[in-house]
C-alpha cells in the first residue's frame, strides 16, 4: 500500500506560479508512472500530467502544455507538477496518484492511491 500527499497549493494572483508536491509513502514509486489531475468544483476530475517511472517520458493535457511541467526524484520518492502562467480557470483541487499502465495514463479509472488534493486558487 502506498499512500500520496500533495501539498503546496494555495492563492496566487493571476499569471503568477505555484509549485505542488506529491510525497508517497508505504512503499518506494520509482517502478511506478505517476500522475496529476485536478477537479473544479461542479466538473469533472480532470487529467493534468503524467510521467512515466525513470523520468524519460511526459504527457500533458493540452491547455497544460508549454505552462505545467511535471517531475519526479525517485530518490525522494516525490513527484512535482511546476506551474507557471496560472489563469482562473486554473483554479481547482489538484490530485497525484499511481498510474496502473502508462499507454492509459489520461484516465482517472487507470489510476490509484489518490492523495487527498490540495487546492489551488488563481485570482483574475
Known amino acids: 500500500q502506498v499512500q500520496m500527499v500533495e501539498s503546496g497549493g494555495g492563492l496566487v494572483q493571476a499569471g503568477g506560479s505555484l509549485r505542488l508536491s506529491c510525497a508517497a509513502s508505504?512503499?518506494?514509486?520509482?517502478?511506478?508512472?505517476m500522475g496529476w489531475f485536478r477537479q473544479a468544483p461542479g466538473k469533472e476530475r480532470e487529467f493534468v500530467a503524467a510521467i512515466n517511472w525513470s523520468g524519460s517520458m511526459t504527457n500533458y493535457a493540452n491547455s497544460m502544455k508549454g505552462r505545467f511541467t511535471i517531475s519526479r526524484d525517485n530518490a525522494k520518492n516525490t513527484v512535482s507538477l511546476q506551474m507557471n502562467s496560472l489563469k482562473p480557470e486554473d483554479t481547482a483541487v489538484y490530485y497525484c496518484?499511481?498510474?496502473?499502465?502508462?499507454?492509459?495514463?489520461?484516465?482517472?479509472?487507470?489510476?490509484?492511491?489518490w492523495g487527498q488534493g490540495t487546492q489551488v486558487t488563481v485570482s483574475s
Open positions: 496518484a499511481v498510474a496502473r499502465r502508462w499507454d492509459t495514463a489520461t484516465t482517472t479509472a487507470d489510476y490509484d492511491y
Open positions: 508505504g512503499r518506494a514509486i520509482r517502478r511506478d508512472h
